[in-house]
């Protein structure tokens, strides 16, 4: 009998919910379990709800001008016989701007027609003089939105972020988190949906889901490393791609390769989306593989850098359970 | 405080509290979520026997209420209308939990994930783990019904409300979901079933 035909037939309103006697038992024990504490509070959703309606509004700002801007390219390359003029572009990147004819994210302003005068168009924001946006080095070219004299946003390439001396600090938006530079050199990578920030000098935190800073370390060390340490298979590692190789070690069987790779993911990209549920993947397969030490480590890294997660009571929970003990640091390989 | 009142107030001024709460008031989402938030975490326990989910789930929830209240027109209570939104959290939850168990085949991942406490060792559990590995593996809709009607222990019509389908469809699904646990659980089907 069909879902359809069933629907057509009289039902009896008192029928049982169980047939079978012999499932009474897991039924029951699923209707006993006890409720839990409720860690999560109000002002938490509250936040969190308000920053995802940013971020969905954010993407629809980008998507309409992204939008304009292809339209207005249509009637450039419609209308020949106007030789366009250059767009001047408020928040080009020094590498892209020169070569790179087609709109990009990094204007904000939708580019104007050959019929549009220039009069009419919306004066240029500019960064504060105490911030400056470079290309790093011979990394891809960096793709950038300034938003405001204070608030860029990164979509793309490598960025060395410079503030000296700012009224305000200024926040970046990546696609992965947020942070706020206060003073210093930061160098900001993003590739897909991670980012990458590296703090040369100076002052620069991450901003949490719940609104609150984590200031993050300098990691001058890594600035320039000497080649000898930097073998070239690591250069252009993401959080993800050691995240998936985490994930490929795990699948064949091979929880120490995986060990491996979410130690270098937590040690390297330790403000990346997949470092945070890595970190937790980290000290399950630790306490697996009877490094009970590392794991509390690991379960104490993930409480001091995510204090306001959801999970929080979860992992204080699963350290209770690794019983007393200390923590001798992680070891990275 | 607004929480309770919420509970309590007339139909205009929860509806106020509403159209603020969409608005984006901070003191009026908190009263629509201290008001209804107790009943979603256990509903949500209910649904996926993970409590480590509980709190993210929570959240998802009223963050998907919050944008949609817009859409609450008021013909369902709102406890209805945040139960139809946790069961498509949930069912999206059971995908991606399908998805991962897929990825990690491995068992140490398994054990490590299970409970140790000597309370946990019960036999109870052991049938709560085996129900909830068994759930997992059913289409959506099953499951959906049967947790409704065996597990929150609704009656056929609270069912049919919560879900939304008629009756018979709720009397369907859960027959087909128990007939599905039954076969893999290993319990024998009882004659004339």
Redesign the interface.
Known sequence: ?S?TD??????D?D?P???????L?????????S??R???D?????K???Q??ASKRRVLAVAVAAGLGALALGGLYGNRANEPSPTPSTTSSPAVAATDPTPSVQSPAPVPTPEATPEVAPPPVQLADAIRLTAAGDGPAPQYRIDGPYEVTVHAGATVVSVDDAAQPLVVHTPDADFEIHTGVTHVVVAGDVARVEVIEGTTFRITRDGGREQLGTVTAQVQPPKAKSPATDEGVTADMLADRA?QR??A?D?NGAIKHLRQLVRKFPSSGAARTGLLDLA??L??DGHKAEARCAYQEFLNRHPRS??V??VERALD?LGEGQCRGLKPR | MMAAALAHVGDMDARSVLVAARR?D?SA??AV??AH??QV??RI??MT?D??S???L??EV??AA??ALGSFRGEAQLDTWLYRITVNKVRNWWDAQRRRRR????P??T???AP??PEEQT???E??A???AALAELPGKYREA?VA???E?M???EASEALGV????V??????A?AL??AA?G????PG?
């Not at chain 2, 990825?103 to 491995?106: A, I, K, N, P, Q």
Request: proline share 2%; aromatic share 8%.
């Open positions: 009998m879902e069933m629907q057509t037939f009289a039902v309103p029928e919910a169980v047939h079978n006697a012999a499932l038992p897991f039924v029951e024990a699923a209707r006993q379990q409720a839990r409720l860690y999560l109000a002002a938490t959703v509250s969190a709800w308000a995802r309606r994930e795990l699948t069987g929880r399950r397969l306490k697996a959801s999970v009571g979860e359970k | 984006g901070a989402q908190a979520f201290d938030k107790h975490a256990a326990l209910k026997g409590a480590a509980v709190d993210d929570v959240q009223f963050i919050f944008s990825r990690e085949s491995d140490v991942m054990r490590a994930e140790v406490t036999q109870t559990a049938h709560r085996r129900l909830y049967f009607r065996a597990i222990n009656t056929l019509a008629p009756v018979s469809t009397s369907f699904r859960t027959r087909k128990e646990l039954c659980l319990l024998e089907v009882e079933k």
